[in-house]
Protein backbone atom coordinates (compact mmCIF):
# COMPACT_ATOMS: atom_id res chain seq x y z
CA UNK A 1 0.00 0.00 0.00
CA UNK A 2 2.75 2.40 0.77
CA UNK A 3 3.74 2.63 -2.98
CA UNK A 4 0.41 3.32 -4.26
CA UNK A 5 -0.28 5.84 -1.69
CA UNK A 6 1.44 8.35 -3.44
CA UNK A 7 -0.41 8.71 -5.78
CA UNK A 8 -3.48 9.74 -3.68
CA UNK A 9 -2.98 13.61 -3.30
CA UNK A 10 -6.24 15.77 -3.76
CA UNK A 11 -4.25 18.29 -6.15
CA UNK A 12 -3.15 15.06 -8.63
CA UNK A 13 -4.24 16.97 -11.44
CA UNK A 14 -2.46 20.15 -10.40
CA UNK A 15 0.33 21.16 -12.78
CA UNK A 16 -0.42 24.07 -15.10
CA UNK A 17 -4.15 23.35 -13.36
CA UNK A 18 -3.83 24.71 -10.09
CA UNK A 19 -4.91 22.61 -7.12
CA UNK A 20 -8.26 20.98 -6.76
CA UNK A 21 -10.91 21.46 -4.35
CA UNK A 22 -12.96 18.46 -2.66
CA UNK A 23 -15.97 19.89 -4.86
CA UNK A 24 -14.06 18.35 -7.68
CA UNK A 25 -15.86 15.52 -9.85
CA UNK A 26 -14.05 15.85 -12.98
CA UNK A 27 -10.49 14.59 -11.75
CA UNK A 28 -7.86 13.71 -14.69
CA UNK A 29 -10.19 14.72 -16.95
CA UNK A 30 -9.40 18.34 -15.68
CA UNK A 31 -6.38 17.94 -17.55
CA UNK A 32 -8.31 18.11 -21.42
CA UNK A 33 -8.73 21.92 -21.77
CA UNK A 34 -10.20 23.78 -24.41
CA UNK A 35 -6.34 24.01 -26.05
CA UNK A 36 -6.39 20.55 -25.92
CA UNK A 37 -9.58 19.77 -27.41
CA UNK A 38 -8.55 22.54 -30.22
CA UNK A 39 -5.81 21.01 -31.18
CA UNK A 40 -7.50 17.41 -31.07
CA UNK A 41 -10.16 18.45 -33.55
CA UNK A 42 -6.86 18.97 -36.07
CA UNK A 43 -6.53 15.07 -36.01
CA UNK A 44 -9.59 14.38 -38.59
CA UNK A 45 -8.23 14.64 -42.40
CA UNK A 46 -9.46 11.53 -43.73
CA UNK A 47 -12.93 11.02 -42.34
CA UNK A 48 -11.96 7.13 -41.35
CA UNK A 49 -13.66 6.17 -38.46
CA UNK A 50 -14.06 3.02 -36.04
CA UNK A 51 -15.76 1.80 -33.22
CA UNK A 52 -14.10 0.94 -29.82
CA UNK A 53 -17.05 -1.28 -28.43
CA UNK A 54 -17.63 -4.13 -27.83
CA UNK A 55 -20.42 -5.88 -29.65
CA UNK A 56 -23.23 -6.93 -27.42
CA UNK A 57 -26.24 -9.03 -28.45
CA UNK A 58 -28.70 -8.85 -25.21
CA UNK A 59 -30.20 -11.97 -24.25
CA UNK A 60 -33.88 -12.73 -23.24
CA UNK A 61 -35.11 -12.34 -19.73
CA UNK A 62 -38.35 -14.50 -20.61
CA UNK A 63 -38.08 -17.71 -20.15
CA UNK A 64 -39.35 -21.19 -21.12
CA UNK A 65 -39.15 -23.53 -24.14
CA UNK A 66 -40.02 -20.80 -26.77
CA UNK A 67 -37.78 -18.35 -25.79
CA UNK A 68 -34.42 -17.67 -27.61
CA UNK A 69 -31.09 -19.04 -26.45
CA UNK A 70 -27.69 -17.47 -26.15
CA UNK A 71 -24.57 -19.23 -25.84
CA UNK A 72 -22.66 -16.77 -23.99
CA UNK A 73 -24.23 -14.89 -20.60
CA UNK A 74 -25.22 -11.56 -22.27
CA UNK A 75 -24.64 -8.51 -19.81
CA UNK A 76 -27.73 -6.90 -21.15
CA UNK A 77 -30.87 -8.41 -21.09
CA UNK A 78 -34.03 -7.23 -22.45
CA UNK A 79 -37.74 -7.64 -22.44
CA UNK A 80 -40.34 -6.49 -24.96
CA UNK A 81 -42.75 -4.42 -23.43
CA UNK A 82 -44.80 -3.25 -26.02
CA UNK A 83 -45.54 -4.35 -29.76
CA UNK A 84 -47.52 -1.29 -30.51
CA UNK A 85 -50.43 -3.55 -32.33
CA UNK A 86 -47.86 -4.43 -35.74
CA UNK A 87 -46.80 -0.71 -36.18
CA UNK A 88 -44.34 0.33 -33.40
CA UNK A 89 -42.23 -1.92 -31.01
CA UNK A 90 -40.58 -1.32 -27.52
CA UNK A 91 -38.43 -2.43 -24.92
CA UNK A 92 -36.93 -2.29 -21.72
CA UNK A 93 -33.30 -3.37 -21.13
CA UNK A 94 -31.59 -4.23 -17.94
CA UNK A 95 -27.51 -3.58 -18.16
CA UNK A 96 -24.47 -4.54 -15.51
CA UNK A 97 -22.04 -1.77 -16.82
CA UNK A 98 -19.23 -3.43 -15.26
CA UNK A 99 -19.67 -6.39 -16.91
CA UNK A 100 -17.88 -7.70 -20.36
CA UNK A 101 -19.48 -4.56 -22.49
CA UNK A 102 -17.70 -1.63 -22.92
CA UNK A 103 -18.20 0.96 -20.41
CA UNK A 104 -16.62 4.08 -18.18
CA UNK A 105 -16.42 3.73 -14.48
CA UNK A 106 -17.10 6.73 -13.04
CA UNK A 107 -14.82 8.36 -10.12
CA UNK A 108 -16.82 6.33 -7.57
CA UNK A 109 -17.07 3.18 -8.72
CA UNK A 110 -13.50 2.62 -6.62
CA UNK A 111 -13.38 3.28 -3.16
CA UNK A 112 -9.61 3.57 -1.53
CA UNK A 113 -9.36 2.73 2.86
CA UNK A 114 -13.16 3.85 2.89
CA UNK A 115 -12.29 7.89 0.59
CA UNK A 116 -14.17 8.32 -2.70
CA UNK A 117 -11.91 11.39 -4.59
CA UNK A 118 -11.29 13.60 -3.34
CA UNK A 119 -11.38 12.47 -0.33
CA UNK A 120 -15.43 12.04 0.71
CA UNK A 121 -15.86 9.27 3.51
CA UNK A 122 -17.66 6.47 1.09
CA UNK A 123 -20.99 6.22 2.88
CA UNK A 124 -21.54 9.88 2.34
CA UNK A 125 -21.22 9.47 -1.86
CA UNK A 126 -22.71 5.96 -2.40
CA UNK A 127 -26.40 5.88 -0.92
CA UNK A 128 -29.23 2.84 -1.48
CA UNK A 129 -30.52 5.58 -3.51
CA UNK A 130 -27.81 5.82 -6.11
CA UNK A 131 -24.03 7.97 -6.18
CA UNK A 132 -24.35 11.48 -5.11
CA UNK A 133 -21.32 12.93 -5.63
CA UNK A 134 -18.44 11.56 -8.02
CA UNK A 135 -20.77 10.30 -10.40
CA UNK A 136 -21.55 9.47 -14.42
CA UNK A 137 -23.02 13.05 -14.22
CA UNK A 138 -19.27 14.39 -14.05
CA UNK A 139 -18.78 13.27 -18.10
CA UNK A 140 -22.38 13.45 -19.03
CA UNK A 141 -21.53 15.89 -21.61
CA UNK A 142 -19.06 13.85 -23.09
CA UNK A 143 -15.30 13.68 -23.10
CA UNK A 144 -13.63 15.09 -26.62
CA UNK A 145 -9.54 14.79 -26.81
CA UNK A 146 -6.96 13.66 -28.76
CA UNK A 147 -6.42 9.53 -28.23
CA UNK A 148 -3.61 8.01 -28.94
CA UNK A 149 -3.16 4.13 -29.26
CA UNK A 150 -0.03 1.81 -28.22
CA UNK A 151 -0.17 -1.18 -29.81
CA UNK A 152 1.86 -4.23 -27.90
CA UNK A 153 0.81 -6.94 -29.67
CA UNK A 154 1.73 -5.96 -33.11
CA UNK A 155 3.35 -9.03 -33.90
CA UNK A 156 0.94 -11.73 -31.12
CA UNK A 157 -0.41 -10.88 -27.87
CA UNK A 158 1.53 -10.06 -24.80
CA UNK A 159 2.47 -13.17 -22.83
CA UNK A 160 -0.11 -14.89 -20.33
CA UNK A 161 0.88 -13.01 -17.52
CA UNK A 162 3.07 -10.38 -18.32
CA UNK A 163 3.09 -7.06 -16.94
CA UNK A 164 3.34 -3.86 -19.68
CA UNK A 165 6.05 -1.58 -18.08
CA UNK A 166 6.93 1.98 -19.13
CA UNK A 167 9.71 0.69 -21.09
CA UNK A 168 6.72 -1.21 -23.27
CA UNK A 169 5.04 2.05 -23.81
CA UNK A 170 8.24 4.09 -24.59
CA UNK A 171 8.99 1.86 -27.04
CA UNK A 172 5.47 1.46 -28.85
CA UNK A 173 5.87 5.18 -29.11
CA UNK A 174 9.09 5.04 -30.41
CA UNK A 175 8.06 1.96 -33.09
CA UNK A 176 4.99 3.89 -34.04
CA UNK A 177 6.10 7.63 -34.31
CA UNK A 178 3.41 9.53 -32.19
CA UNK A 179 4.25 10.48 -28.41
CA UNK A 180 1.53 10.68 -25.93
CA UNK A 181 1.14 14.63 -24.65
CA UNK A 182 -0.67 15.87 -21.86
CA UNK A 183 -4.43 15.92 -22.18
CA UNK A 184 -4.38 12.55 -24.20
CA UNK A 185 -6.40 9.55 -24.03
CA UNK A 186 -4.67 6.43 -24.03
CA UNK A 187 -5.65 3.17 -25.69
CA UNK A 188 -3.39 0.20 -25.32
CA UNK A 189 -3.83 -3.00 -26.85
CA UNK A 190 -2.76 -6.13 -25.19
CA UNK A 191 -3.71 -8.90 -27.64
CA UNK A 192 -6.12 -10.61 -25.16
CA UNK A 193 -9.99 -10.95 -25.24
CA UNK A 194 -11.68 -8.85 -22.27
CA UNK A 195 -13.14 -12.87 -21.46
CA UNK A 196 -10.57 -13.98 -19.08
CA UNK A 197 -9.23 -17.72 -20.21
CA UNK A 198 -10.41 -20.23 -18.16
CA UNK A 199 -7.12 -20.94 -15.85
CA UNK A 200 -4.55 -18.85 -18.04
CA UNK A 201 -3.56 -15.45 -16.25
CA UNK A 202 -3.99 -12.52 -18.23
CA UNK A 203 -2.21 -9.75 -18.79
CA UNK A 204 -2.35 -6.78 -17.22
CA UNK A 205 -1.09 -2.95 -17.06
CA UNK A 206 1.97 -2.89 -14.10
CA UNK A 207 2.51 0.27 -11.64
CA UNK A 208 5.26 0.95 -13.70
CA UNK A 209 3.12 1.98 -15.95
CA UNK A 210 0.61 3.21 -14.39
CA UNK A 211 3.27 5.88 -13.00
CA UNK A 212 4.14 6.40 -16.49
CA UNK A 213 1.13 7.95 -17.44
CA UNK A 214 0.83 9.92 -14.11
CA UNK A 215 4.09 11.36 -15.25
CA UNK A 216 2.98 11.96 -19.03
CA UNK A 217 -0.64 13.54 -17.68
CA UNK A 218 -2.83 11.06 -19.31
CA UNK A 219 -6.99 12.05 -18.48
CA UNK A 220 -8.37 8.45 -19.40
CA UNK A 221 -7.61 4.70 -20.20
CA UNK A 222 -9.73 2.55 -22.54
CA UNK A 223 -8.41 -0.76 -23.09
CA UNK A 224 -9.20 -4.53 -22.39
CA UNK A 225 -8.96 -6.18 -19.36
CA UNK A 226 -6.18 -3.85 -18.15
CA UNK A 227 -5.36 -5.48 -14.82
CA UNK A 228 -3.97 -8.79 -14.70
CA UNK A 229 -5.99 -11.68 -13.80
CA UNK A 230 -5.21 -13.49 -11.27
CA UNK A 231 -3.40 -10.04 -9.88
CA UNK A 232 0.32 -10.52 -10.37
CA UNK A 233 0.55 -9.31 -6.16
CA UNK A 234 -3.18 -9.57 -4.71
CA UNK A 235 -1.63 -7.43 -1.11
CA UNK A 236 -1.15 -4.51 -3.55
CA UNK A 237 -3.80 -2.38 -5.27
CA UNK A 238 -4.46 -3.35 -8.67
CA UNK A 239 -2.93 -0.90 -10.96
CA UNK A 240 -5.92 0.22 -12.45
CA UNK A 241 -8.50 0.36 -10.61
CA UNK A 242 -7.17 0.42 -7.49
CA UNK A 243 -4.14 3.09 -8.45
CA UNK A 244 -5.21 5.09 -11.39
CA UNK A 245 -8.96 5.30 -10.76
CA UNK A 246 -9.36 4.52 -7.00
CA UNK A 247 -5.90 7.48 -6.51
CA UNK A 248 -5.32 9.27 -9.32
CA UNK A 249 -8.61 9.69 -10.00
CA UNK A 250 -8.58 8.85 -13.83
CA UNK A 251 -11.52 7.43 -15.28
CA UNK A 252 -11.43 4.22 -17.31
CA UNK A 253 -13.13 3.00 -20.11
CA UNK A 254 -12.97 -0.80 -20.08
CA UNK A 255 -13.78 -3.45 -22.28
CA UNK A 256 -13.12 -2.06 -25.14
CA UNK A 257 -12.11 -4.03 -28.86
CA UNK A 258 -9.04 -2.60 -29.92
CA UNK A 259 -8.54 -4.75 -32.85
CA UNK A 260 -10.18 -2.92 -35.35
CA UNK A 261 -8.91 0.19 -34.44
CA UNK A 262 -5.10 -0.98 -34.75
CA UNK A 263 -6.00 -2.33 -38.19
CA UNK A 264 -7.19 1.57 -38.85
CA UNK A 265 -3.95 2.68 -37.39
CA UNK A 266 -1.56 0.70 -39.69
CA UNK A 267 -3.50 1.08 -42.18
CA UNK A 268 -3.11 4.65 -42.62
CA UNK A 269 0.16 4.50 -40.58
CA UNK A 270 -1.41 6.86 -37.89
CA UNK A 271 -1.65 6.17 -33.79
CA UNK A 272 -3.37 9.38 -33.05
CA UNK A 273 -7.02 10.33 -33.73
CA UNK A 274 -9.74 12.39 -32.35
CA UNK A 275 -11.82 10.63 -29.67
CA UNK A 276 -15.05 11.31 -28.35
CA UNK A 277 -16.69 9.56 -25.61
CA UNK A 278 -20.56 10.67 -25.64
CA UNK A 279 -22.22 8.26 -22.85
CA UNK A 280 -25.97 8.18 -21.71
CA UNK A 281 -26.39 11.46 -19.75
CA UNK A 282 -27.63 9.89 -17.00
CA UNK A 283 -26.39 10.89 -13.71
CA UNK A 284 -26.01 9.10 -9.83
CA UNK A 285 -24.43 5.97 -11.06
CA UNK A 286 -21.46 4.36 -10.68
CA UNK A 287 -20.92 3.45 -14.52
CA UNK A 288 -22.24 3.86 -17.71
CA UNK A 289 -22.02 2.14 -21.08
CA UNK A 290 -20.63 4.00 -24.00
CA UNK A 291 -19.36 3.48 -27.54
CA UNK A 292 -16.24 5.13 -28.02
CA UNK A 293 -15.29 6.90 -31.40
CA UNK A 294 -12.11 7.18 -33.21
CA UNK A 295 -12.39 10.05 -36.25
CA UNK A 296 -8.57 9.95 -38.39
Known amino acids: MSDAREYF ?3 RTAGQLGPVGLDDELG ?6 ETVRAQAAAEVRTGRWVSLAQPVVAAPIVSGPFAPTTVEVSPVQQMMSHTG ?7 ALTQNHH ?34 FASTAAFAAGIVTRG ?10 L ?3 YAATSRDLEQAEERQGVQVRSGDALAIRLGWPTTP ?5 TPGISLDAVRWMHHREVPVYTGGRGDAFPPLDPAAPSPLHGVALGRMAMPLIGASQLDDLATVCAELRRYSFLLVVAPPRVHGMTGSPVNPIALF
Open 28 to 33: TLNLIT
Open 159 to 161: PAG
Open 148 to 157: VLLDLAVDEP
Open 99 to 132: ANSTHIDALAHWSTDGEVYPGRPRDQVITAGGVI
Open 9 to 11: RPS
Open 197 to 201: VSGTP
Open 85 to 91: GGVAADL
